[in-house]
């Protein structure tokens, strides 16, 4: 059972959320482009690709993607809009992007259903490349506070976007593993958009101890589990 302090500790933490949120649609708008999105060629580590959540722009990944570019990642971002196209059409957005970039063995760095988009496209590439097609470009992801299994909540919201978040209606794409030992889950002790968490058998699963959806991106402890996730991926893959 909730106690009085952990309900008013998840209340900060959605204002919280929702300030974080504020911040950068506001910062999106004002702030020029950073210039660690450019061509870094003294970048030398594992080349890392943002793909943000519904409703978001790369924008909201930036504290993250400063991070990689500070430990020397050349880090590519992808614009898909509002972000509310179904998965499969956003995974081929995605891959058509890495592929015009020529990006190799990169890693995926998603919030969200960004998740979700980057599982699409993982699965995508082993399948083309047990038939016979390129081998793949992306050497894993790392999520944080995907709801690779759904969100009871996507069901109240009358948008199709979001009812496509729905456990039921994400059960095909959850129920394929061959994936998932190449993804490292990071999720909030609580996540008010996603009550049934973000734990992916199979994967490896970092809990953070910190409350919230989107505020935990700017967390400098929630960034390190993303970057060690990075580096386990990239020392994963053969040289």
């Known amino acids: 059972m909730t106690g009085p302090l952990e309900l008013v ?10 300030a974080f949120v504020a911040r950068w649609q506001l910062r999106s708008l004002v702030r020029r482009r950073p ?7 003294d970048a030398r580590e594992v080349p890392a690709v943002l793909l943000p959540g519904i409703f978001e ?3 909201f990944l930036e504290p993250l993607g400063e991070r990689l570019a500070a430990a020397g990642h050349p880090v590519h971002v992808v614009s898909l809009g509002l972000n509310s196209r ?16 020529e990006v190799d063995r990169a890693v995926l760095v998603a919030h969200s259903k960004g998740g979700l988009i980057g599982k699409q496209l993982m699965l995508d590439e082993l ?12 050497a ?21 976007s979001v009812r496509a978040m729905r456990p039921t209606a994400l059960r095909a794409l959850s129920s394929q593993r061959d994936v998932d030992a190449r993804i ?18 199979g ?32 020392a994963q893959q053969p040289r």
């Open 57 to 59: 722009s790369w924008r």
């Open 140 to 160: 894993g992801m790392v999520a944080v506070n995907t709801p690779f299994g759904g969100s009871r909540y996507a069901s109240l919201v009358p948008l199709a």
């Open 35 to 41: 210039a660690w999105t450019q061509h870094r060629p």
């Open 184 to 201: 490292t889950s990071v999720y909030a002790s609580w996540d008010p958009h996603v009550p049934e968490g973000s734990e992916l058998v």
């Open 9 to 18: 500790l998840r209340g900060c933490a959605w204002a919280a959320d929702y």
């Open 127 to 138: 399948r083309a490349s047990r038939r016979g097609g390129p081998a793949p470009r992306i």
């Open 203 to 234: 994967a490896t699963n970092v809990r953070v101890p910190h409350r919230g959806h989107f505020r935990v991106l700017g967390l400098r402890r929630v960034q390190d589990a993303v970057l060690r996730g990075v580096a386990r991926t990239a």
């Open 86 to 101: 179904p998965v499969p059409a956003l995974a081929r957005r995605v891959a058509a992007a890495v592929a015009a970039a």
